[in-house]
């Protein structure tokens, strides 16, 4: 063979490395971190192998195992030590994130990102306030041991304006316990905004909202649901989260948000949704963020446990995809371990 174009000249040792396309670094990386407010010990989440919902007492050593590896940044999420109609301890300054907080940003130097959602808040999981015909639903649904289902429409649970003044409590109360960031992810309609407005309204000018801007509603957060707690107790989340099927919508979305004044942008879950991520980085100029989420984790542990995958050579192949698909930062639960790989 003769001729110019010789592709394999550039795979040689030495030169890989020169001509690579994308790279991927711990300080690239966000790490979930569970604390939990009902539990005195670690817990191991079945579901998600190698992760723990961790005491509030325990929340920084946790952060400082995820800074040894390299990774600078963490999402906390919270389970509450109780539950009610309107998740009220979501925004308590003695809640389960708010306390952790406090504890993280005097131990530690990590940035500190927080889940800003009302789900796991809630007795009945949904993410906000519901409507009342969801309210009878809702006692339907307890009755009948959780079964009161929808017909197959997506009928709505949750009243989109009257969560907005909640959310906007639950950034504020982020901000005041030491959040170095605000990561809105209840897919409320103006809730950029109403987050923006309520930081800003107390004196948190400089705390950035990274909003779930693309959020669809995916069977993929299945394992995440046993880590938080969160899944709603009758029917589903459809009228808040985007159809799988929709890409163009996910460009509206991020247009919603950043005229609201968003910061950086997510695109959740990643995987599956590579195509959304690299529309998404076309379209605008802000950062991007992809969700690589609790099922994109779960099914690689999986099949590795069979002996079918290598397990950190899919993960890392997984987390180069997400960042070759254009995202610059990508929250996931192989955080740690790839951090140490590389
Ligand atoms: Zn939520």
New binding site residues.
């Given amino acids: 063979m003769s001729g110019p174009h010789r592709p394999r000249r550039l795979r040689r040792d030495g030169l890989r490395g020169l001509v690579r396309e994308t790279d991927l670094r711990p300080t690239d990386l966000i790490a979930p971190v569970f604390v939990d407010a009902t539990t005195d010990e670690r817990v191991p989440i079945e579901s998600m192998p190698g992760h723990e919902r961790v005491p509030v007492s325990q929340a920084a050593d946790r952060v400082a195992e995820v800074e040894a590896t390299g990774v600078e940044s963490v999402m906390l999420f919270g389970i509450p030590e109780s539950k009610d109609e309107r998740g009220t301890r979501a925004w308590a300054d003695d809640g389960v994130v708010q306390r952790a907080l406090r504890r993280i940003t005097a131990e530690t130097d990590v940035f500190a990102i927080t889940d800003v959602?009302?789900?796991e808040y809630t007795e009945h999981g949904h993410?906000g306030v519901l409507t009342d015909e969801a309210h009878e639903r809702w006692d339907g649904a307890a009755s009948d041991g959780g079964m009161a289902t929808t017909d197959g429409r997506p009928d709505l649970t949750v009243d989109n304006d009257a969560t907005l003044d909640l959310l906007g409590k639950v950034a504020e109360s982020h901000a005041a316990a030491g959040a170095d960031m605000v990561a809105p992810?209840?897919a409320t309609d103006g809730m950029v905004g109403a987050i923006r407005g309520a930081l800003d309204g107390a004196g948190y000018e400089d705390v950035p909202i990274m909003s779930y801007a693309a959020k669809y509603e995916s069977a993929f957060y299945g394992p995440f649901r046993d880590a938080a707690d969160?899944a709603p107790a009758f029917g589903d989340r459809r009228h808040y989260q985007m159809d799988p099927a929709n890409a163009r919508e996910a460009l509206r979305e991020v247009d919603l948000d950043v005229e609201e004044g968003a910061d950086v942008l997510m695109v959740k879950p990643a995987l599956p949704y590579l195509d959304v991520v690299r529309q998404v980085r076309d379209h605008t100029d802000y950062p991007v963020a992809a969700y690589n989420v609790s099922g994109e984790y779960a099914m690689l542990h999986a099949a590795a446990e069979k002996g079918w995958l290598d397990l950190d050579a899919v993960a890392l192949e997984s987390l180069l995809s997400i960042k070759r698909a254009g995202a610059d930062l990508v929250l996931t639960y192989f955080a740690e371990t790839i951090a140490d790989r590389l």
């Fill in positions: 959602c009302l789900c993410c992810s209840s969160g």
